[in-house]
């Protein structure tokens, strides 16, 4: 399974790091982690570039259960309730905003689900540099 992080506000990397400690606590063993790129805001402007991550992990939860724990994990970070409901499935990107923490479902094994607020694989991933650049490096 693998994951997408991703930061622009505050200590980027610090929250990137406290993010992948958080889930290799909680959904499972991190197993690769690629290096941090940083890169400019997609979908939307802002002064804030990124930092970005992928992470590959090894987990025993569902798909449904996975998005839960992420969506913890941000709130706990600070991003609070302003993405909450938000997973993988993003279409208007006037929704796109700053944020200290984002963590995205990419792929899970071969599953393929497409459910209102839970899309795997991420529909948009293949459109990003800052997802396919680190995926390739945790492969």
């Known amino acids: 399974m693998f994951l997408g992080l991703g930061s622009n506000l505050g200590n980027r990397?610090?929250?990137?790091?406290?993010?992948?400690?958080?889930v290799n606590e909680r959904v499972g063993?991190?197993?690769?982690q690629s290096s941090f790129i940083e890169?400019?805001?997609w979908g939307f402007h802002?002064?804030?570039?990124?930092?970005?991550?992928?992470?590959?992990?090894?987990?025993t939860l569902s798909p449904r259960q996975?998005?839960?724990?992420t969506q913890q994990i941000e709130r706990e970070l600070g991003k609070g309730k302003m993405h909450a409901?938000?997973?993988c499935k993003?279409?208007?990107?006037?929704?796109?905003?700053?944020?200290p923490i984002d963590i995205d479902i990419l792929l899970y094994d071969?599953?393929?689900?497409d459910e209102p607020d839970l899309k795997i694989p991420h529909p948009l991933m293949n459109q990003r540099d800052f997802v396919m650049i680190p995926l390739k490096e945790v492969q």
């Open 13 to 22: 990397e610090s929250m990137l790091t406290q993010a992948i400690q958080l």
């Open 29 to 32: 063993e991190v197993l690769r």
């Open 39 to 41: 890169t400019e805001p």
């Open 46 to 59: 802002s002064p804030n570039p990124f930092l970005n991550a992928v992470i590959r992990c090894r987990t």
């Open 66 to 69: 996975l998005l839960k724990a």
């Open 85 to 87: 409901t938000r997973r």
């Open 90 to 99: 993003r279409t208007q990107l006037s929704t796109y905003k700053d944020r």
């Open 110 to 113: 071969d599953l393929t689900v």
